[in-house]
């Protein structure tokens, strides 16, 4: 199987071509700090190739939902080394994804204050997990352009932090509607500073945090996640085949680990001006590695591969279910399926004790 193949990624060698797709799991405390079932998560995971953390908030701005880590003070530092110890002890490779959720947040889990966002458009249609309920989303304060470039400090601080709590590698969270995507898109940027207006200026926001993540810990150890055709989160653009290939070919000057490109795994009927295929339309653009992610089983992974546009797939489901996928995937075995009752928040229930193979099942395959 190609999957189970070595890859080079930055400047590592991974042993297998499976990674672990980021994965908030609302497990940490009120203060962000994660705990000992954390370490044990992510631990029981170290047979990917390359183990992407859940969602990282790099400040407390960056907060949007309860119970989710950060990494903006000592203690989250130090609870987040025991993490990337024992990974490694295992064998694993870690990169933490840095979170700014931007206008998905509710001020009730901000201590009262406003979400901030680039322009002052609440998200609709959707409502908001508070920890108090679900509730509609706020009208969020439009970020003045001297927050803007502060934010942009704050994902560079949490890249060092992130380095200093002894993860392998970061990935910038530029999809799926948080804070990057959110100036990338249309419908949530209406700005009329430099951050605003037409593509390359809503470009502006990522390829500035990238550069200093790159400039900070290197471009060998920076990845970045985009989801081009999702329109979750009210993620509305007029034309993302123009605007991204804009983004890719601007981030193909940097020298960077990889791009983690997500399928369109939202339906597309009411956007026919969206291209189908993600990886065929923007995963052909650049010359950094791509990691394809959205849907991929055994089987369809193992066709996208040879394909030869991606060179790493990530899996969100099946490794939360499935702390010993790639094994499973060798030897063809069953799969647990995941509960999503316990997928945020919660005990250890539907987080650490998923099975493995019984040594009876390794032996009968
Ligand atoms: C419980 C859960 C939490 C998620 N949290 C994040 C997150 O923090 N960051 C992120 O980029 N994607 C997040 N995702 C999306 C996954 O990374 C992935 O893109 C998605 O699950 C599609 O991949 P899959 O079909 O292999 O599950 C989450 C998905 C799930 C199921």
Do not use: C
């Not at 870690?94 to 009262?112: C, D, F």
């Not at 910038?172 to 500073?193: I, M």
């Not at 990886?279 to 791509?290: P, S």
């Not at 030897?331 to 004790?353: F, K």
């Amino acid at each position: 199987m190609k999957q189970l193949e070595k890859v080079t990624l930055g400047d590592q060698t991974l042993k297998n071509r499976m990674a672990m797709a980021p994965m908030t799991r609302s497990r940490a405390n009120r203060e962000g700090i994660v705990g000992d079932a954390t370490v044990l998560y992510y631990t029981q995971r170290a047979s990917a190739g390359l183990v992407i953390s859940e969602g990282i908030n790099i400040s407390k701005e960056a907060l949007g939902s309860p119970y989710t880590p950060g990494i903006y003070n000592q203690e989250q530092i130090d609870a987040w080394k025991k993490v990337t110890k024992s990974v490694h002890e295992s064998g694993g490779v870690i990169y933490a994804q840095l979170w700014h959720t931007g206008r998905v947040g509710h001020s009730s889990v901000k201590n009262e204050e406003l979400p901030v966002a680039p322009s002052a458009v609440a998200i609709e249609g959707q409502q908001h997990f508070t920890g108090d309920g679900m509730k509609d989303y706020e009208t969020p304060r439009a970020l003045t352009t001297e927050e803007v470039k502060q934010t942009i400090q704050d994902y560079k601080q949490a890249a060092i932090n992130a380095i200093a709590a002894g993860f392998d590698g970061v990935e910038l969270h530029a999809a799926f509607g948080y804070l990057p995507n959110q100036f990338l898109a249309e419908s949530s940027n209406h700005r009329t500073d430099e951050y605003g207006g037409n593509i390359q200026n809503r470009n502006r926001f990522v390829l500035e945090v990238m550069q200093e993540l790159v400039n900070a810990i290197g471009g060998d150890k920076v990845g970045i996640k985009l989801s081009p055709t999702i329109p979750y989160n009210s993620i509305i653009h007029t034309d993302p085949t123009a605007q991204y290939t804009e983004l890719i070919k601007a981030l193909d000057e940097m020298p960077l680990a990889y791009i983690h490109l997500m399928n369109s795994i939202f339906p597309l009927d009411q956007l026919p001006h969206y291209p189908k295929n993600v990886l065929g339309t923007f995963g052909k653009l650049t010359k950094h590695t791509i990691i394809a992610n959205g849907g991929y089983d055994a089987k369809t992974s193992e066709e996208e591969l040879e394909k030869g546009i991606a060179s790493i797939i990530s899996y969100g489901t099946l490794f939360l279910a499935n702390p010993d996928l790639p094994k499973r995937f060798e030897l063809n075995a069953e799969l647990n399926q995941a509960d999503r009752a316990t997928m945020y928040g919660g005990t250890e229930v539907g987080y650490t004790d998923y099975p493995f193979l019984e040594a009876k099942q390794f032996a009968n395959a």
